[in-house]
C-alpha cells in the first residue's frame, strides 16, 4: 500500500508517518505542498493520499480538484484544521472522501485511514 | 437585773422593720453583755426567733468580745435582717425593633416640624425619602410582645411578718381584634396588612393608607400593599407606591406613582419630563403635564393631555380633553376633544398600537428570523451533498449533521410561532385604531395606524373619526354628515417604520383582507 | 476585545495539549498586554483575516519549547533546526485552526505560521487592537498565548457590509 503525505508541517508528516508505521504501512512519500504533491503523484500512483488544506504554493483543495481530473477514485483523507461544515462541504465538493481534524489522536487518525481503505475495498 | 445596765443595751427594729440592731453603750458593765440579755432584747421586740437569730447573736458577742467601748463608743451589729418585698411589675407592649425605629422617626420628625427645627447635621447626610415613618405591615408579620404585669414577691420582715408585694398594673391593651391578634404566649401578630396606628392604649390596623398632607420629607416614600389617600399632593422625586389603588387630591409634581389598580388624580400630574405614572388598570385625571404614563387599561382624562408620553393598553375615554404635543399610543379606541394645537405643537397619537406588545413581536420575528436562515442554511448545505454523487462515509456524516441541524432549527422555531400568534391574536383582538375627535384636529397632528403615519396638512373640525377602512388605508368620517374621505387628501401620507409590518410576520399570521 | 474569542483559545489550547502533546495545560487569568516585547524567546505567529481581522502569538522559553516540541514529534529536536521551527509553527496552527472553528457564524481565514526564535524580539500587532495574554503552566514549564485580533467591521470603520448595503 503506497500513501502519499502532503502537508507543508514537516512534523505532521513525521507524525502521520508514524502512525501509518504502526498501521503496518512503510511505502510511503512526502510532498510539502499541493505543487510538489502533483509533480510526485504520477510517478508514485499512490493508493492513499492524506492531504493538509492551508499550504503555500497550492493548497490542499487546488490540489485535490486538480488531482481529480485525473484520478477518480484513489481516496483522499483531508488532514486539517479546518472544522466549519462549510469548509467540510467544500472538501467532500472537490472530492475528498474523509477528513481528520487537527488536532487528531493517532487512534482517530488510524481509525479514519483503516475505515477509508475498507470502503475502498468494498 | 441590774437596770442601769439594762438601759445601756438595746435592741432596735428599723422603721422599715427589715433590721434588728443590737446596740451597746459604753459604760456597761460587759459582763452583763450576754445571749441570754440580748435574746431577751430581741424577743421584747417581737423579733422572730430561731437559729438565725441565735447565730446572729453568738456573731454579735465575738465581734463586741474585741470591741473598745471607751475608745470607739457605742456597739453595735445588725442581728436580724428581713427581705424586702418586689413589687409587680405593670403590663407592657414592646414594639418589634424595625417598627420601634420607624415610630421614633415619627416622633422626631413631627417634633421638628413642630418646632420648626433643621434636622440633625447625621440626618442631612441621608436621604429622607427612603426613611418612611409609616408603619406598614404585612399579614402574619409579628408586630410585638405583650408582657402581663406581674404580681410581685412579698417580703418578711424581721418579726416574721409578711410583707406584702405591691402587684403590677394589667394596662387595658386594646388591639382591634379584627386586624390584630394576641396569642396567649403574648405576641402581637397583624391579621392584615396595612398601616399599623398605635393611639394612647389602642392599636390596630388600616387597610388603606391616609395620608392627611403631602407625600414629602415628613412621610418618605410610600410603599404600601393597600390602598393610598392623599389628601393634599405628591412632592417632587418622592415614590409610591401601592398593591392597590391611590388617590391623590391635590397636585402631583415630579413623582413617581405605581399602583397596581387604579391612579385616579383629582388634580393632576406636573412631572416636568421627569413624572411617572404607572397603573395596572385605569388612569383617572383632571390633566397629564409633561409625565411619562403606562397605563394597563383605560386613560380617563378631564382637561388636557399636553407633552406627555403615555401608553394606553386599553382606550382613551376623554371627550372633553385635549392631547397636545408628546406622544400617545393607545390600543384600544381614542376619544378626544383636540388633537394638536393651532400653536403647532408636534402631537403624535399611535393608533391600535401597544408598544410592549410591538417590542414582544419585533423581538420573536428577529429570533424566527434566525432560526429559519439557520434551517435554510443546513437545508442548502445538505443540497450541495446531494449533487455530488461520489457515497463516502463522510458525506453520509455530514448529511446527518446537517439534517439534525435543520430539524432542531425548525423545532425551535415551532414554540416561538405559537407565542407570536398568540400576540398578535391578543393585539389584533384589542387593536381597534379608530380616533373620535369631538372638536378640533389641528394641522401638523401626526396619527400613526396601520403601518402609515399621516400628518395633516389642514385643521379640520369635528366631531370625525379616523381609522382604517377595509383595505388598511386610513380614512377620516365626518360624523355630522357621514362623508368618508381618504386621509391622504388632506395630509402627508408615509411609511411607519416604527410599527411592525404586517408584512414581517410570517404568513400563517396575516389578517385576512 | 470581544470575550467571545477569548473561551475558545482557551479551550483550543487545552484540546491541542492534551491531544497532540498528551500533556495538561493549566489557564492563568488572562491580562491585557502593554509593552510589545516577547514574553519568552520562542514565538509561533499566524495572522487572521476575514470576518475576523488580527494576530495570535504562541510564546515560551527556548527551554520550555525544546521539551514540548520533543513531546509533540516524539524525538530531540535542537533548537536551531528547521524542523524545530516548523513544530512551533504548527502548534500555533493548530491552537488558531482550532478555536476559529469555534467563532460562531463567521467566516476567518488563518495564514502559514511563522517562527521567529531570539530573546527580546518585538511582535508588534495592529495599535487599535488590544492584545490579551493568556499565561499558561504544564508540568514542562510556561508559556503564553497572546491574542489580538477584532472584528473586521469594528477595526475598518466603514466595512465592507455597509458599502453592499
Redesign the interface.
Known sequence: MKIMLVDDSKTMRSIQKSVLGQLGYSEIEEACDGQDALSKVGAFQPDLLLVDWNMPNMDGITFVKNYRQSNKTTPIIMVTTESEKSRVIEAIKAGVNNYVVKPFTPDALSQRITETLSKKAA | MDTQDDNLISVKVSSDRLEATLTVMPGIDRNYVNSDVVLAKAVAQAIQTGSALTKRISEALIAFGDYDLVERGAFQYVIAKGQASEDGQDSQFTLETELAVIQQLSKKRALQAEKDTKADEDDEHLDHRERSVIMVVKAGQRLGQIKHATDGIDGTDVCGNTISAKPGVQASLQFDSQSIECHDNGAVIAKIAGQLLLEGDSAHINPTLVINEYVDYSTGNIDFPGKVEVFEGIRDCFEVVSGQSITVSGLVEAADLVAARDIELHGGISGRDKGTLHAGRDIHAHYLNAAVCKVGRDLIVEKEICDCTVVVTGSVRSPSSRIMGGHVSVLGTCECWQVGSEAGAHTILSLGRADALDGLVRDTLKLIGKLSAKAAKAKAQMQELNDNPEASSLKAEMMTSLKFEASEAESKKKPLMAALEGTYKLIEEKSEPTLTVQGLLCQGSEIRAGGHKAVFTQSIQGPLTIRLDEIGEMVCVDLKSGSVTPVKNMAKLSPDESSFSRQELPAGLRKAA | MDPQYITPFIKSIQ??FA??LRMPVTINAPTIKKDKSATYDVSGIIGMSGDVVGSVVLSFSKDTAQKL?NA????DLPSDS??FA??V??LV??I???AK?MFVDKNVS?S?PSVVIGPGHHINTRSDTPCICIPCSTEQGELSIEIAIREAVAAEGTGSSQRAA
Do not use: H, K
Open positions: 484540546n491541542v491531544t497532540m516540541v509533540f514529534c516524539g524525538m528547521p524542523d516548523d513544530a509553527g504548527e496552527n493548530m488558531s485552526g482550532s472553528g488563518i502559514c
